[in-house]
């Protein structure tokens, strides 16, 4: 049986957001946009023909420079790549320049990105120093130009050198797609082949910038796909050579600080997009990571949440991050054989694994459609550690959208959808997988006498529960712990497996044998209806709205559409006192707030 195939198809609502995101610096995604929201969910027992794809403001090959932190000119050393440049022997890399077709040492590029960064021996750029790649493609493993001493057997080995550490912040080492400063409508590719572990290596690699690349393979093949089950047609090929035009992982990181990330497409990899723990102070604008077999974005260096703390500062704005869990077909880039972890796949779209810290900030992004958590934090528990997330969509993730510990937390201006029963009946998926983690859309844990601040939102889902609240794992919490919700419209659903239960609205961990002392949600100024309520009860009182109408645009959970219509009880019904002065959209807010991520015009 072959997969299903799932494509995007044209916007159904948020064009404003997508346009000032492009405004802005983001832009869409090259498999088309739709909502935040939309998609046609499975029915029970049966397999859809098609899943929409939500708009997002991933990159695509015309998008804009999100920000002109890395200069026009660059300093230090410039080494040039494209491909009629020639060998390390012909040319010296310094002039970007064809090679003459004779001589040595010619003032003209190299021919491929393995001549300035060898799988084999001394990198010939040093600290501080810019490689540039051309347009083209740019096969990257065994048979490459530059992959001399790799081996056939080995070809896993054949992975570009790491990128050196520049000397300080001020001094990064650049590897850039030509165009880098001028929109990046062109990003040169680079394809792993051979299965090797990597395409680009931040291993030990600081103050550095990587900017304006296409990162992927040419196969539609998933690393261990359905192994359980002997394997299935798009199981990579990974006992005996020559293995394939698949590469495991697009850019992988350790021991890394003071590193930008800028205007990537890191997608359709056989395992992961990005694997990078132990990191200090990243910066990662306009990077979608999308359609890579086993998970997105994970910070798990060794895959049981060991030696992997990350610390510093970690801005991610136009970050999106989709159809992970899922094959992504070479050329055509249709997702295939979606899989979650009963199936003995993964599908977080980004999961901090282990235990980290870090201060967290997540701006203008997405999580769409991944086979597990859209955006798992679960982790990110030691002491001081904190979250901002904000004009963010989370829609369509098989389990919770978005899931956080924090010592201090907020969330402004964030949609979030849980249909996770979108995948029910596709084949390769196990339906023990649906909504895994009970689907909860907002699971929000808290550091003894911890706050998290959840602020003009708009939450559905057909979960368990809209939102849950717990204790920190292993921490022992005081009773002074809150959860403060205010301008936020909480919209009921059926659950999946039971169509005749509401999905709760809120409940906190009173249970365990370290529970929450007392109930954490301070909820007020909020719209709440059809939802059942379980041990926390807001309503009546707190200036709530309850069980009326939300009078959003769509309530249903296929085709939800938070947008406001005009005669919506939550329209004007906002508190003023610490409302953000924007929208989901990043349009400003009146002076009487709509509750919800959209201010209605």
């Not at 890579?292 to 801005?315: C, I, K, M, P, Q």
């Not at 704005?317 to 992970?324: A, L």
């Not at 997702?335 to 199936?343: D, K, L, N, R, S």
């Given at each position: 049986m072959r997969g299903q195939r799932l494509r995007g198809r044209p916007p159904a609502l948020l064009v404003a957001f997508v346009l000032v995101a492009a405004c802005s610096g983001a832009s869409t995604t090259s498999q088309g946009t739709g909502s935040p929201a939309s998609g046609t969910a499975p029915a029970s027992g049966a397999a859809p023909t098609s899943v929409a794809s939500p708009a997002t403001t991933a990159p695509s090959r015309s998008a804009p420079p999100v920000s002109t932190s890395i200069p026009a000119d660059l300093p230090g050393t410039v080494y040039y790549v494209r491909p009629d440049g020639g060998s390390a022997e012909q040319c010296?890399?310094?002039?970007?320049?064809?090679?003459?077709?004779?001589?040595?040492?010619?003032?003209?590029?190299?021919?491929?990105?393995?001549?300035?960064?060898?799988?084999?021996?001394?990198?010939?750029?040093?600290?501080?120093?810019?490689?540039?790649?051309?347009?083209?493609?740019?096969?990257?493993?065994?048979?490459?130009p530059g992959a001399d001493g790799c081996e056939y057997e080995g070809s896993y080995e054949c992975k570009m050198a790491p990128v050196p550490s520049g000397p300080d912040p001020d001094h990064p080492t650049r590897i850039l797609g030509a165009g880098w400063a001028t929109g990046c409508t062109a990003p040169p590719e680079l394809w792993g082949t051979g299965r090797p572990w990597l395409v680009v290596n931040l291993t030990d690699s600081s103050n550095a910038q990587v900017a304006c690349l296409e990162i992927t393979d040419h196969s539609s093949c998933i690393e261990d796909h359905a192994q359980a089950a002997g394997g299935s047609e798009y199981t990579c090929k990974r006992d005996t050579p020559p293995y394939g035009d698949w590469a495991a992982t697009g850019l992988y990181a350790e021991d890394s600080a003071n590193v930008l990330l800028q205007n990537l497409d890191i997608h359709g990899l056989a395992n992961q997009g990005v694997q990078a723990g132990r990191l200090t102070d990243w910066t990662v604008?306009?990077?979608?990571?999308?359609?890579?077999?086993?998970?997105?974005?994970?910070?798990?260096?060794?895959?049981?949440?060991?030696?992997?703390?990350?610390?510093?500062?970690?801005?991610?704005?136009?970050?999106?991050?989709?159809?992970?869990?899922?094959?992504?077909?070479?050329?055509?880039?249709?997702?295939?054989?979606?899989?979650?972890?009963?199936?003995?796949?993964?599908?977080?779209?980004?999961?901090?694994?282990?235990?980290?810290?870090?201060?967290?900030?997540?701006?203008?992004?997405?999580?769409?459609?991944?086979?597990?958590?859209?955006?798992?934090?679960?982790?990110?528990?030691l002491p001081g550690a904190t979250i901002e997330i904000r004009r963010t969509i989370a829609e369509g993730n098989d389990g919770n959208q978005l899931k956080l510990t924090a010592e201090r937390a907020i969330l402004e201006n964030i949609v979030a959808v849980s249909n996770c029963g979108r995948f029910h009946g596709m084949p390769f998926w196990n339906n023990d997988d649906d909504c895994r983690a009970g689907g909860d859309a907002l699971p929000?844990?808290?550091?003894?006498?911890?706050?998290?601040?959840?602020?003009?939102?708009?939450?559905?889902?057909?979960?368990?529960?809209?939102?849950?609240?717990?204790?920190?794992?292993?921490?022992?919490?005081?009773?002074?712990?809150?959860?403060?919700?205010?301008?936020?419209?909480?919209?009921?659903?059926?659950?999946?497996?039971?169509?005749?239960?509401?999905?709760?609205?809120?409940?906190?961990?009173?249970?365990?044998?370290?529970?929450?002392?007392?109930?954490?949600?301070?909820?007020?100024?909020?719209?709440?209806?059809?939802?059942?309520?379980?041990?926390?009860?807001?309503?009546?009182?707190?200036?709530?709205?309850?069980?009326?109408?939300?009078?959003?645009?769509?309530?249903?959970?296929?085709?939800?559409?938070?947008?406001?219509?005009?005669?919506?009880?939550?329209?004007?019904?906002?508190?003023?006192?610490?409302?953000?002065?924007?929208?989901?959209?990043?349009?400003?807010?009146?002076?009487?707030?709509?509750?919800?991520?959209?201010?209605?015009?």
């Open positions: 010296t890399g310094l002039a970007d320049t064809p090679y003459p077709g004779s001589g040595t040492g010619q003032a003209c590029a190299w021919d491929h990105p393995f001549r300035a960064l060898p799988p084999v021996g001394e990198p010939r750029i040093a600290g501080g120093d810019a490689l540039v790649i051309g347009p083209g493609s740019y096969m990257m493993g065994y048979g490459a604008e306009n990077v979608r990571v999308a359609g890579n077999g086993l998970a997105g974005w994970n910070t798990d260096l060794v895959g049981d949440g060991s030696n992997s703390e990350n610390h510093g500062t970690f801005v991610f704005r136009h970050w999106t991050v989709e159809w992970n869990g899922c094959g992504e077909t070479w050329p055509e880039e249709d997702h295939v054989a979606c899989w979650g972890q009963e199936a003995g796949g993964y599908g977080d779209g980004a999961g901090f694994g282990g235990t980290t810290g870090g201060h967290y900030i997540i701006e203008d992004s997405a999580f769409l459609n991944n086979t597990s958590d859209g955006l798992d934090m679960l982790y990110t528990r929000l844990f808290l550091q003894p006498g911890g706050q998290i601040d959840v602020i003009n939102a708009t939450i559905t889902g057909q979960g368990n529960c809209l939102m849950v609240a717990g204790c920190a794992l292993d921490k022992a919490c005081t009773g002074e712990e809150t959860i403060r919700v205010r301008n936020t419209v909480f919209q009921g659903q059926k659950v999946f497996w039971d169509q005749t239960t509401d999905t709760c609205f809120a409940w906190y961990d009173d249970e365990s044998s370290l529970p929450l002392p007392t109930n954490p949600f301070d909820v007020q100024h909020s719209l709440i209806t059809g939802a059942r309520f379980g041990n926390t009860t807001p309503c009546p009182g707190g200036n709530n709205l309850c069980d009326v109408p939300s009078g959003l645009t769509n309530t249903s959970i296929d085709d939800f559409d938070p947008l406001p219509l005009a005669d919506s009880p939550a329209v004007d019904s906002g508190i003023v006192e610490g409302a953000p002065a924007d929208d989901l959209t990043g349009q400003p807010r009146d002076g009487k707030p709509d509750m919800g991520a959209y201010e209605r015009r």
